[in-house]
């Protein structure tokens, strides 16, 4: 597949590795994540005044720099590999997605301040029952007057610990699975009292990153948080669904790109009986049968960045269809690269070990394998 990037595209690529390289150390990440914040808020900063890729998807006119997929895939491609754990994909291809859908002066001044590094998002979108399905939504809100009222549980809030606004999805009409009258509302956490209606629990989760299950009793927000038109929300979340996807796809590759890179290597400096590891033949097939998975998930990235903005079904084919190959590319380069390092290979010390934990996560984010397979196979005979 021949996929050449612009000059600009080129230059965008080189501009975020080398500051990635060269500004984001695992070492500094890591005691982050274990620290009383859970990221690097300068670092934050640096994405959006020194590096511009906060806005890079988003319009001109809000800050940004008119992007689209392919600068989506550059960014968090590079973001993989340097396991960055600073919520991009929760903010801006999640949160950003839908308020650009939404549109609207209350969106357009949460967009404008993503680009600026000013804010950050949450989307809560996944229920205690709904097993992962965004369509299951038992939440409610109702009218009360000029307010809307919400209650209800969400579970795994990705980046809620650290977010300044949270987008709710809520059901203001229909039947539990019913894909019409689903709401998105947008929850501004400085103005919201702790007492009055959202309490959070927040945790770290395996591959160091922040979440949090929240309790809506009773919320009330302004008439304005409804974002876009009451009940209609589902086409844009299905397609924030498949944006992330795409984007986790992404980071899985610049993932994989290190992974395979520090295995080869290392099998080149460990030795045993005399000589480097890398030197025996059956591990070197092993090390060939990655690099194979490697570039499956590469092409299968390709195809799905490709087709973010095709009509709804065949952009659904070509997500669901990446995102199975990255997550069966994900177990096996993640568990060989582990076991060829040997007991190092799950040690705090070795990075390998901490990439291990993101491709695992990254394997049932969004959809596991086994959810996009049927996925696939429902949208290919026409479901």
């Known amino acids: 597949m021949d996929f050449a990037f612009t000059e600009e595209q080129q230059l965008l690529r080189d501009?975020?590795?080398?500051?990635?390289?060269?500004?984001?150390?695992?070492?500094?990440?890591?005691?982050?994540?274990?620290?009383?914040?859970?990221?690097?808020?300068?670092?934050?900063?640096?994405?959006?005044?020194?590096?511009?890729?906060?806005?890079?998807?988003?319009p001109e006119a809000l800050g940004g720099l008119d992007g689209g997929p392919t600068e989506l895939m550059i960014i968090t491609e590079a973001l993989g590999h340097a396991l960055v754990i600073e919520p991009y994909v929760e903010t801006v291809v999640l949160g950003g997605g839908l308020l650009l859908r939404a549109g609207g002066p209350r969106a357009e001044a949460v967009l404008q301040q993503i680009a600026a590094g000013q804010a950050v998002v949450a989307l809560a979108a996944e229920e205690p029952t709904s097993g992962g399905a965004w369509h299951d939504v038992a939440t409610t809100a109702r009218r009360d007057g000029e307010h809307w009222v919400l209650d209800g549980e969400k579970i795994m809030v990705s980046a809620a610990p650290l977010a300044t606004h949270l987008l709710v999805t809520a059901r203001t009409a229909g039947s539990r699975r019913d894909t019409a009258g689903i709401s998105v509302f947008a929850v501004e956490i400085a103005s919201t009292d702790p007492s009055c209606g959202l309490t959070m629990h927040a945790v770290r989760t395996i591959d160091d990153r922040r979440a949090a299950d929240l309790t809506l009793t009773d919320l009330r927000l302004p008439a304005e948080a409804l974002l876009g038109a009451e009940g209609q929300a589902w086409a844009s979340l299905e397609r924030a669904y498949d944006e992330a996807a795409a984007a986790v796809v992404s980071e899985a590759v610049g993932c994989l790109r290190r992974v395979l890179a520090d295995t080869v290597d290392y099998a080149k400096q460990r030795h045993q009986f005399g000589q480097p590891i890398g030197r025996f033949q059956a591990l070197q097939h092993r090390m060939v049968d990655m690099y194979m998975e490697v570039e499956q998930a590469v092409a299968a990235q390709y195809l799905a960045i490709l087709k973010l903005d095709a009509e709804p079904g065949e952009r659904a084919r070509a997500v669901s269809a990446a995102k199975a190959t990255a997550a069966r590319a994900a177990r096996f380069v993640g568990q060989n690269a582990v076991q060829l390092h040997g007991a190092m290979g799950m040690t705090e010390e070795l990075a390998v070990g901490h990439y291990f934990k993101r491709l695992t996560a990254i394997e049932s984010e969004f959809g596991s394998r086994d959810r996009h397979l049927n996925r696939y196979a429902a949208l290919a005979d026409g479901g």
């Open 15 to 58: 501009t975020v590795a080398k500051f990635l390289a060269t500004r984001y150390t695992m070492e500094g990440s890591r005691a982050a994540a274990k620290s009383g914040s859970g990221w690097q808020p300068e670092i934050w900063r640096a994405f959006a005044g020194e590096l511009g890729i906060l806005g890079a998807t988003f």
